[in-house]
């Protein structure tokens, strides 16, 4: 019965939808004006880390929240468990183990390349920290016996959250608004180095966004 109901919104939905030829005025905004406002040819990027800047502070509090409430359920007493002293492990195949050291940097080049690019193509810090967070779990998952610097983790992603803050207060104070970019150099857009604090944004997400990520990962083998 549920499904039938859900078939009938869902056909009312289709039935109704028109595809829109002109952008509302919010979004025509946001396209046109949006690159000669802060520099950045993403206008995405833009977007999330400028004009709703708020919100994305918020997303970066709860990921933080996610992070300590599993670090607070799956942890593990001194005298607890451990995986290397009490599971046998079977080792991972010679195919994987090569594969692994093949792919890891890649992935982590790549990981910062979205991240210092998010104001120029697709991409960004979310992105760029889940990419990061990737290669993590891929030598996790090849190498269980491996042991993350929990305590390092953590304070590079409470630093990278205490800059974060700080420079969306910059762009109180010197700019127009929390988050308000323009308090540095717009340059040229399309330039690496343009965008005024966009790319700085970008970058701390990105490391405060991979940490955490590395963090719960890392919770969940334990």
């Known amino acids: 019965m549920a499904l039938v109901l859900f078939g009938l919104v869902f056909a009312r939905l289709i039935g109704a939808y028109q595809e829109q030829s002109v952008l509302r005025p919010l979004a025509e905004h946001y396209v046109t004006q949006g690159p000669r406002e802060l520099g950045a040819a993403n206008v995405i990027t833009g977007i999330l880390i400028t004009y709703r800047g708020f919100d994305t502070l918020g997303e970066v509090a709860v990921l933080f929240m996610v992070a300590a ?113 323009r308090f540095l150099p717009q340059g040229q857009l399309g330039a690496f180095f343009s965008a005024g604090a966009i790319p700085i944004i970008s970058i701390l997400l990105g490391i405060k966004v991979g940490a955490e990520l590395s963090v719960i990962i890392d919770r969940f083998r334990r």
């Open 69 to 181: 409430g599993l670090g607070l359920l799956l942890r593990r007493d001194g005298d607890g468990p451990s995986v290397s002293a009490n599971t046998p492990l079977r080792p991972a195949s010679e195919l994987v183990v090569t594969g692994t050291e093949v792919l890891l940097p890649l992935i982590f080049v790549f990981g910062a390349y979205v991240i210092m690019h998010g104001h120029l193509s697709a991409g960004g810090g979310f992105q760029g920290g889940a990419i990061v967070a990737s290669a993590v779990l891929l030598l996790l998952v090849t190498q269980p016996l491996t042991r993350l610097r929990l305590d390092l983790l953590s304070i590079t992603e409470s630093f990278a959250g205490v800059l974060f803050v700080c420079i969306g207060l910059l762009g109180l104070i010197l700019a127009g608004g929390f988050l308000d970019s």
